[in-house]
């Protein structure tokens, strides 16, 4: 496994898509400060799971996505995508990954609205995905393959307890601890299963005797119910044909009243219509009345406007001779205001004068001194140059001789601890070579048993997941379909109750005459009435229906000879008036056909005949009754309209008000054309209900039956995931089982492997050093006595350089003094100009506004006379036109007088014939109130007969015009309950006596007792105690499976636990042997080493580091320099790198303290492990820099914008620089004294 790509979009300052190969060996990536190197090193942290913001140097996740720049706009989103070759098969299975390829990308996205995505191998997926890929690897966010300058106190500072994490991370035991975890999160959700299953074990015995005793209850219930709905039934069936006959009575009744009502009715409306004829006679006066009232109203009111004119004009003459006085004084005193700012303005002009001189003489004296100054400030700058230049050189020659006396130093202590690391080296050798050999065997054993558990457990889990989520989606869709069925079969009920309401009233025709409804029983000559023949719109029933009145209850018939033979049978039996049309005499006749209009009209609104469909026999007829009908909306178009067509037309409004041609208005209040009252809007009713009840039906069906297919579905589902879930649980115990012990193996023969290769590269590194110690100490000594000479040097050419600096400095004061001095007085003079500038400009300003005014007031003076004249000419025509009007009024006040002589006349003859009008309205009132009483009574025992009907439908679930009347017989006993029996009617004759409805009653009223003693009853009882008998045994095997799975769990946790010790304890113990031999290589001595803090809890306990550097006796590692602790640090990091190296590593600014004696040591030891694990180093070292193979540059070429340059280096120094990158360093050869230098 090896690092192979980062590609960054969008993180930190890398706005655009930047991608960055890695090769095998050393990558260095350097730059200058503050170009976003680290910012490479927080990517690969973040795209391993980062979730720190604080860790990524952020207060939020958000702060991670490019912020923009001051040419830039910030972006929505940030994405790091990691690519890892290498990866082993099983260790991708082993990680529960199924991916045909060796290669793994892992990509994560944040937006700033806080939404983060992983991706592995772009396919979605968790973070926990990620984490378990790289478990026991060395690899991840916290482990030890990223290593920051910050991490190395943080390591040596933490608290023991988290130090020992990446300690467990190269134990290899962070998956064991995981599954751990895991295993003790579901022995606790198994405890609480086991919990809830013995209260709810509890709960159901409980309720099983409960429900016993319900279910005999309710059985009883059931058979005295049956006995009640039989007697009951009986009984009503006999009340209703009792109310069948008092309707039929009432109905007789009913008819004869209508008969007589409609005569009166139709002497009322003749009476009416006279009166109305009159009153419109007097309407016409009383507008002729008002329009002549109105004449004087408006003569007079032009009089009071003319008298109100003249007024007027007398006042506009005053206010002229005024507005003259008082422009002439105004025009004086502006023009001795003129003449003092004149004089102002000149005193101005001539001091800005003044000023303006003495300015430009300081000028000219300021220029002067200002050139003196930049001549000495430029001798003094030469001179603090040459004086910079000579202290860097003196420095960097000291630099140069202290780092070469410590290289000295530190070659002699590296070659005496050489020695005694190779004796030890060889011997360990042998040891590891013979375990190894143990491993190999082992593990072939295990590895063909775990790929079998682990396939059978893929199998099992997808099974019981399928069942889980197709038992959830059957849940919400009973639910759904539940609810749509209650609410369907709720509308269905409502709408078949008013359909049968409907079509009563229409079979009965509500609203007929009495003669209307005889003739229509006639059915054999009659086609119908012509309400039946029509249809209309919903919205337009109300104004047909006012248009059409009576006619709606026509009857309709062939011949004439077949109406008048209806109208003689109505005469001879006294059963009303009727009207019927005989459609032969309309076919011919084409009377109306002129008046129909074919089109819409604006004014007049639309055809009435338009608005009607019928058959074609009809059209003749509609063509009589409706031709000269139009609608419009309301009353007002209707008068408009009429006026119009010149009372032409009869117009009716969308409210059901009537124009007639004659003029009349008829009006007042009226039903919605839904109302079960109106004729025409029964039938568009019954039209819509029928539709909606079929398909409120339709719908209830298919829904009843979608609901049984998911019942029964559910119930076959729950009893496969209880099966499948018990076989998944055996299985993934068996899994963590051997997954367990095959891991560890693993770990410990890669262990092995990494010390056997680790200890003869140490082998031959440290004879190669030795021979290189030799070689560069003896190039040191000379280098040493070079540096000393140059520093004596550089020391007194400072000396002089400081003298002459002071000189030029005293000098630089003094011209400093002169030039400020000028600068003051110029200052002063150029305030004192603007001011006078600024006051020369408001005078000119008044002078200017004073003219203007006085040329104004002028003009107005002048057109003072003509308005005058004006004004007297239009108070003489006001006086002429006053008299005119006067003699107009005296002649319009006398036709005034004429019309109401003539008005009350008409008055008089009206209220004549409105007394006649309410001796007929009287009779018929009372007509009305006694067909009124009777209709009351019948619709009474309608209701009571429909009480009846529904109290029958709704308590027993049948029609009670289904009902078969039966004969009953009832013989009470002393003692027990009375006997009933059911006898046929030829047994009732024989008997001779007929069934005593009284005895049934009461027999129904002391069911009804027993009933009502029982209390309430559970009906479903017994349905609820066969399913409670039923789940208290499923719960009984449920908490047997659970008290199994505890102890499942409970056997795995202890071989984790044995399992993890023993691997911690043997990597434990490697890593603090090698730590203390690092220790003392890489410091050339002292004293280091790693302890529990408590050896009782091996699995928990904390770990400290203690280091003593040689010569030094401290008690704690916070009291070591930032250099000790960085080796420190790095002799830890590669201790455990001798027991587990990680793949990669990530190494940032980790050698900044270094001097350079510790950098060599630094780069000495990681070279040892170059062929075992890649290394992305982050620096700005310039030995560093020339190990790398790959180098990598960091620039802002744009402000804030981080780009990448790269070379790749070869072995000899030649640059193989790959195409579409710039180079940004070529590499020398490795010898002493070489520096790379950066090209930007």
């Not at 980062?6 to 260095?28: I, R």
């Not at 990620?130 to 390591?155: C, D, E």
């Not at 006639?522 to 006619?551: C, F, K, M, W």
């Not at 043997?1066 to 220790?1079: C, E, G, K, S, V």
Request: glycine letters at 8%; charged letters at 30%; hydrophobic letters at 35%.
């Amino acid at each position: 496994m090896y690092l192979k790509n980062l590609t960054v979009l969008g993180f930190k300052s890398f706005a655009d898509k930047t991608s960055l190969n890695f090769q095998p060996g050393v990558t260095a990536i350097v730059g200058p400060n503050g170009c976003g190197k680290s910012n490479v090193s927080d990517a690969v942290r973040w795209v391993l799971g980062e979730q720190s913001a604080k860790a990524l140097r952020g207060g939020e996740m958000a702060d991670v996505i490019f912020n923009g720049t001051d040419h830039r706009k910030p972006l929505g989103m940030a994405e790091v995508s990691l690519t890892i070759g290498g990866v082993d098969q099983e260790h991708l299975k082993a990680s529960g990954i199924e991916i045909p390829y060796d290669e793994v990308t892992l990509t994560r996205r944040v937006f700033r609205d806080g939404g983060s995505e992983y991706f592995l191998n772009k396919t979605p997926c968790r973070l926990k995905d990620i984490q378990q890929l790289f478990m026991g690897t060395g690899v991840g966010r916290t482990s030890y393959s990223i290593m920051a300058q910050g991490n190395i106190t943080q390591i040596l500072s933490s608290k023991p307890d988290d130090r020992r994490l990446v300690f467990e991370e190269a134990a290899g035991i962070t998956k064991f601890k995981a599954q751990k975890k895991e295993a003790l999160r579901k022995l606790e959700q198994t405890d609480q299963n086991l919990l809830r299953v013995d209260d709810l074990i509890r709960e159901v015995k409980r309720q099983i005797g409960s429900l016993q005793r319900q279910a005999g209850k309710a059985r009883r219930f059931k058979q005295l119910m049956q006995e009640m709905r039989h007697l009951d039934t009986q009984l009503a069936r006999h009340q209703f044909d009792v109310l069948q006959g008092e309707i039929q009575d009432r109905s007789q009744r009913a008819d004869a009243l209508r008969a007589q009502i409609e005569s009166t009715s139709e002497e009322v409306l003749r009476c009416e219509d006279e009166i109305l004829q009159l009153r419109a006679r007097m309407s016409l006066l009383e507008q002729e009345i008002s329009l002549t009232q109105q004449q004087g109203i408006e003569l007079k009111g032009q009089i009071e406007r003319h008298e109100s004119r003249i007024q007027f004009n007398e006042q506009r003459l005053q206010e002229l001779d005024s507005q003259h006085g008082k422009a002439l004084a105004e025009i004086k005193q502006a023009e001795e205001r003129i003449a003092v700012s004149q004089a102002e303005l000149g005193i101005v002009e001539q001091r800005l004068d003044e000023t303006r001189l003495r300015l430009e003489g300081h000028r000219q004296l300021l220029e002067e001194r200002r050139e003196a100054l930049q001549g000495v400030e430029g001798e003094l700058s030469n001179r603090q140059e040459g004086l910079r230049q000579a202290q860097s050189a003196a420095f960097a020659s000291a630099q140069s001789l202290s780092r070469v006396r410590n290289e000295i130093n530190s070659l002699d202590l590296l070659k005496q601890g050489n020695i005694v690391r190779l004796e030890k080296l060889s011997a360990e050798k042998v040891q590891l070579e013979e375990e190894r050999l143990r491993l190999d065997s082992r593990l072939q054993e295990f590895n063909l048993s775990v790929e079998t558990f682990r396939l059978n457990v893929l199998t099992s889990r997808g099974t019981v997941e399928e069942r889980q989520q197709r038992l959830r989606d059957i849940q919400v869709e009973l639910n759904q379909v539940g609810q749509q069925l209650d609410g369907i079969l709720r509308q269905q009920a409502e709408g078949r109750s008013r359909l049968t309401v409907l079509e009563q009233l229409v079979a009965d025709h509500e609203g007929f005459s009495g003669g209307s409804l005889a003739a229509l029983k006639q059915t054999e000559r009659v086609i119908g009435s012509l309400a039946d023949r029509i249809r209309v719109p919903t919205e337009h029933i109300i104004p047909i229906e006012a248009a059409l009145g009576q006619n709606l209850q026509l009857v309709l018939t062939e011949r004439p000879g077949v109406a008048e033979e209806i109208l003689a049978d109505l005469a001879a039996n006294r059963r009303g008036r009727a009207s019927i049309a005989a459609l032969e005499l309309l076919h011919s006749d084409t009377e109306n056909a002129s008046a129909s209009s074919p089109v819409d009209d604006p004014v007049l609104g639309r055809h009435a005949l338009d608005l009607v469909e019928a058959d074609l026999f009809i059209q003749p007829l509609l063509q009589r009754l409706l031709g000269r009908t139009r609608v419009v909306r309301d009353l007002a178009a209707a008068t408009q309209a009429w006026i119009a067509s010149g009372g032409a037309w009869e117009f009716v409004t969308l409210e059901g008000q009537h124009l007639s041609r004659q003029g009349v208005y008829t009006g007042g209040s009226a039903g919605s054309g839904k109302a079960p009252a109106s004729i025409l809007g029964r039938k568009n009713q019954i039209e819509e209900l029928q539709q909606s009840v079929a398909r409120f039906t339709e719908q209830s069906n298919e829904l009843s039956r979608a609901k049984g297919a998911l019942v029964s579905e559910q119930t076959t589902l729950q009893a496969g995931l209880l099966e499948a879930q018990t076989a998944l649980r055996e299985q993934e115990v068996a899994v963590a089982t051997h997954q367990g012990e095959l891991n560890a193996l693993q770990g410990s023969l890669r262990s092995l492997r990494q010390k056997i290769d680790t200890v003869v590269y140490e082998v031959q590194s440290l004879s190669a050093h030795d021979a290189e110690g030799a070689e560069k100490r003896s190039a040191l000594g000379a280098r040493a006595a070079e540096l000393e000479a140059r520093e004596k040097q550089s020391q007194e050419e400072i000396v002089s350089l400081n003298e002459s600096v002071d000189s030029l400095r005293l000098q630089r004061e003094e011209a400093s003094a002169r030039l400020t001095e000028i600068k003051v007085m110029l200052a002063g003079d150029e305030q004192l100009a603007t001011s006078f500038d600024r006051q020369k400009q408001p005078i000119e300003q008044r002078i200017r506004e004073l003219r203007q005014l006085a040329e104004q007031r002028t003009q107005e003076i002048g057109g003072f006379g003509a308005r005058k004249h004006q004004y007297e000419a239009e108070m003489e025509e006001s006086r002429r036109q006053i008299i005119g009007l006067q003699g107009q009024r005296e002649r319009v006040n006398v036709r005034a007088a004429e019309l109401v002589g003539e008005k009350q006349g008409q008055e008089a003859v009206v209220a004549a014939g409105e007394e006649q009008l309410r001796d007929r309205r009287r009779h018929l009132t009372d007509c009305q109130q006694l067909r009124s009483s009777l209709e009351v009574e019948l619709a009474q025992k309608a209701m009571s007969a429909q009480n009846l009907r529904e109290r029958v439908q709704q308590k027993y679930q049948v029609r009670l015009e289904d009902i078969r009347s039966e004969c009953i017989r009832i013989t009470f006993a002393d003692e027990g309950p009375a006997r009933v029996e059911t006898l046929s009617p030829e047994d009732m004759v024989a008997s001779g006596v007929g069934t005593d409805w009284a005895a049934v009653s009461e027999q129904v009223g002391a069911l009804q007792g027993r009933i009502d003693e029982m209390g309430p009853v559970n009906l479903v009882a017994i349905e609820e105690y066969e399913e409670t008998e039923q789940r208290y045994q499923f719960l009984t095997q449920q908490q047997q499976d659970l008290v199994k799975a505890k102890e499942q769990l409970l056997d795995v946790l202890n071989r984790i636990n044995t399992q993890t010790r023993e691997m911690f304890v043997a990597t434990f113990q490697q890593i603090r042997d090698n730590f203390r031999a690092m220790f003392v290589e890489i410091f050339g001595g002292g004293k280091a080493d790693l302890i529990l803090v408590d050896e009782n809890d091996v699995l928990e306990s904390g770990i400290d580091i203690v280091a003593r550097p040689p010569g030094k006796q401290l008690q704690s590692i916070s009291l070591l320099s930032g250099g000790e602790q960085t080796m420190t640090a790095v002799a830890l990091l590669f201790s455990i790198y001798q027991v587990k190296p990680s793949p990669f590593c990530v190494l940032d600014e980790l050698d900044a303290p270094l001097d350079e004696s510790n950098i060599n040591r630094f780069i000495r030891v990681l070279q040892r492990f170059l062929e075992h694990s890649q290394f992305v180093i982050i620096t700005h070292n310039k030995r560093t820099i020339g190990m790398a193979d790959v180098l990598y540059g960091v620039t802002m070429q744009e402000q804030g914008v981080s780009r990448i340059v790269s070379v790749k280096m070869g072995k000899e120094g030649e640059d193989h620089g790959r195409p579409l990158v710039s180079p940004v360093a070529e590499k020398p050869p490795k010898e002493e004294g070489t520096e790379v230098a950066m090209a930007k």
